[in-house]
């Protein structure tokens, strides 16, 4: 998204730098987005959270990697209608109903040999899904980030309802409810979140505001040697561009 001359931004960005993604033209974006440098980049998850605001590099890789998981698309189904089905319960991440329809269809006594092999790939997936989302579970039970971890794990509890990995989950959650140390950092996370949630960081104004606020939240004794704590100092220096 830009504001400047659409001439300029194919010549630079298209054609000079072989950029391939889809470019927008905004008058005021700058301003509005306090965009400073190009490219900035801002990281958004899927319910809109502004994970990470421009600063003077790209978002590590290894963060990029680590919302990707978050993400689930089902693999890639031929135009025919009758894979619609499909196709809205992998978008929806109904995971047992797309668990239950495929083993219903893979009993149709008519199953042509093109269609048993569509639904055969899309079963695959879907259990190396499974396997993948448990294993994730075992590794977000180990921290340090347990407010990220609670997190993930109740949006997995949801998204893979009557299957292993929410019990995985459930399981997990209520560990975390059993330890008092688990339980300090949520805490310590739900305050930080408070925090976050009244400012607007793409307002330049608001994204100082919000730094003052989170250099105290770093330094206060309360939340001192918190994972949020950490958090808040390093976006804190993320929003001063240090």
């Not at 998204?1 to 194919?10: R, V």
Request: contains cysteine; hydrophobic residues 40%.
């Amino acid at each position: 998204m830009s504001d400047e001359n659409e001439k300029l931004i194919e010549e630079t960005f298209i054609t000079k730098l072989g950029a391939k993604y889809p470019f927008i033209t905004a008058k005021g974006v700058n301003e509005l987005y306090a965009i400073g440098f190009f490219p900035s980049i801002y990281c958004i998850a899927p319910d809109g959270t502004v994970l990470t605001v421009p600063k003077d590099r790209e978002p590590a890789e290894s963060f990029i990697e680590e919302q990707l998981k978050n993400v689930v698309l089902g693999p890639k189904l031929p135009a025919d209608a009758k894979y619609d089905v499909l196709r809205s319960l992998w978008a929806k991440k109904e995971h047992k109903k797309l668990q239950d329809h495929l083993g219903k269809a893979m009993q149709a006594p008519d199953l042509d040999a093109e269609t048993k092999a569509v639904y055969e790939t899309q079963q695959a997936d879907l259990q190396k899904r499974l396997d993948r989302q448990v294993a994730r579970v075992a590794e977000l039970g180990k921290g340090p980030d347990y407010g990220s971890a609670e997190k993930a794990l109740l949006r997995m509890q949801k998204e893979w309802a009557g299957l292993a990995p929410a019990d995985s989950a459930k399981a997990e959650l209520d560990r975390f409810a059993k330890d008092e140390r688990i339980q300090d950092e949520l805490a310590a996370q739900k305050a930080l979140d408070k925090v976050i949630a009244k400012f607007d960081p793409t307002r330049l104004a608001q994204r100082r505001k919000l730094a003052e606020e989170l250099d105290k939240f770093a330094n206060t004794k309360k939340w001192s040697g918190s994972q949020a704590a950490q958090k808040a100092a390093a976006m804190r220096d993320d929003l001063k561009g240090k």
